[in-house]
């Protein structure tokens, strides 16, 4: 899964979907605040439903996302697995001090800070050594996944820091386009790194539950359980991940 992450192949998402069935996949979008899911949708004559499409594990949303709904969702990785609902104003008062429009929004927990931590981690390894390469930044660590839809109508960046969360969205609504010559990484990369500029080098807090060993990136296994390393062609252990 983290390889899979790392280097986007579409193929592991779309088993990991399979393995929890379709319809879990579809409810952990409803929690993570995705509100422009379908269910048995008629649309000219044709019916879709994301609750059953295996395109949903790789984003392929009927009618699109808000990007700020992005943000907000990847926001609530970077917050230990809390979601947040994205608000564009505290409060409103009268010229008395009166609250007129409260815009404090709704908190949940989606998942557990553990796997939260996990997808971090994972995330970190597309922006060291992945499909994310562009969007590192030189005194912060940051976590993300890209994104691109058929011929590059659509190219995404959605990444976090200690800090912050920014996702960012090139393409056209009539998705008639290609948007090939748009540097969505740069971009993202130019406004993170003014945004970070003066604060000290932060990092992404390990929860209690969580510990770190190393196994063989070939089996998945401990080496310390006999398989690889008593393999009769001599000891054939790669500890290249953690888990």
């Known amino acids: 899964l983290r390889n899979g992450i790392k ?23 409803e929690k993570f605040g995705i509100s422009t899911l379908v269910k048995d949708k008629t649309i000219n004559g044709k019916v879709f439903d994301d609750s ?47 609250v007129l429009l409260d815009g404090t929004g709704e908190s949940h927990t989606v998942i557990k800070d553990s796997t939260a931590y996990l997808l971090t981690s994972a995330m970190e390894d597309v922006v060291n050594s992945g499909t994310g390469t562009a969007c590192q930044l030189p005194n912060m660590p940051v976590a993300g996944k890209t994104g691109t839809t058929t011929s590059n109508k659509d190219l995404w960046f959605c990444g976090f820091t200690p800090y912050y969360t920014a996702s960012i969205w090139v393409g056209y609504d009539d998705n008639s386009k290609r948007v090939d ?11 993170m790194q003014e945004i970070h500029e003066n604060l000290p080098t932060g990092s992404f807090t390990q929860p209690d539950d969580i ?15 006999g398989l690889c390393d008593a393999d009769p062609r001599g000891s054939c252990i790669i500890t290249e991940y953690f888990a």
């Open 7 to 29: 280097k986007s192949i579409n193929v592991v998402a779309v088993k990991l979907s399979d393995e929890i069935t379709q319809e879990l996949g579809y409810e952990y979008c």
């Open 52 to 98: 059953t499409s295996q395109t949903l594990a790789l984003g392929g949303i009927t009618e699109g996302v808000y990007n700020y709904e992005m943000c907000a969702a990847y926001a609530s990785i970077a917050n230990g697995g809390v979601y947040n609902k994205p608000t564009l104003y505290s409060k409103v008062v009268d010229h008395d001090g009166n």
């Open 181 to 191: 010559s748009v540097n969505h990484t740069g971009i993202w990369k130019a406004i």
């Open 211 to 225: 510990v770190q060993v190393a196994v063989c990136s070939k089996s998945g296994k401990l080496p310390v359980e």
